[in-house]
């Protein structure tokens, strides 16, 4: 079976550090790969998402990159952090199937900037 | 622009009775829509898929209705119970089908013993 690792759960960084998260799926070849961002109380935000090795596509213009190494690996970055970015984190993998993109979830990062 | 709609007020229910969440869209007409589960600190499971061509669709407790004239979602847990205190997602596929689902912020709800 598949599954979606993320780490780190937690993450206090303050303004101007850098940053990196990982997720790594497990059980399944060239998956669909995003980045979501939750504000408390708010919907998800897509930042990234990755059809393949290298190629990413950004939907919100900002401070943060992300990469795809390797198949099933997506990392998001930050040279210097800002208090806006403070948020949970979730990275996601779509299995499509009949023409459907069901997202399957990581456990998700809680970043704090302070 | 694609634009999904939830009430963002918590949906408060008594046990035992059902619960009863909307999604809402506009300007799309999608293929299919989806619900997802998010308790606090989790990530969003999945729960079910609703294609334009069917009507209701039946999962356990749970059934989701899509009136593509209303261009509406009707998410029913019945027999609720505490233990599905939750956020309620829904999401549609994008316009684009660009391997992006569209989401909204969720309905969050309290099943009271």
């Known amino acids: 079976s598949q599954t979606i690792h993320q780490w780190p759960a937690t993450l206090v960084q303050p303004v101007g550090s850098p940053l990196s998260l990982e997720c790594t799926v497990e059980?399944?070849?060239?998956?669909?790969l995003y980045w979501y961002r939750q504000a408390a109380g708010r919907g998800l935000q897509l930042l990234f998402y990755s059809v393949g090795i290298g190629q990413i596509s950004s939907e919100v213009p900002q401070n943060l990159s992300a990469s795809r190494p390797q198949d099933r690996q997506f990392i998001l970055s930050s040279k210097k952090l800002l208090l806006s970015d403070s948020g949970f984190y979730l990275c996601a993998w779509t299995s499509r199937v009949g023409g459907t993109d069901t997202q399957y979830f990581g456990p998700g990062t809680r970043l704090t900037v302070l | 622009s694609q634009k999904i709609e939830q009430n963002s007020e918590a949906l408060n229910i008594q046990e035992g009775k059902t619960a009863t969440l909307t999604c809402n869209y506009t300007?799309?007409?999608?293929?299919?829509l989806q619900w997802y589960r998010q308790d606090p600190g989790r990530g969003p499971v999945f729960l079910l898929l609703?294609?334009?061509n069917e009507k209701e669709k039946r999962k356990e407790r749970l059934k989701v209705t899509f009136d593509t004239t209303l261009k509406q979602s009707l998410f029913h847990i019945t027999a609720s119970q505490p233990a599905d205190s939750a956020t309620y997602l829904c999401a549609l596929e994008g316009m684009d089908s660009n391997y992006q689902l569209i989401w909204g912020a969720g309905t969050k709800l309290i099943i009271k013993p």
């Open positions: 059980g399944t070849s060239n998956p669909n």
């Open positions: 300007n799309y007409s999608p293929a299919y």
């Open positions: 609703i294609r334009e």
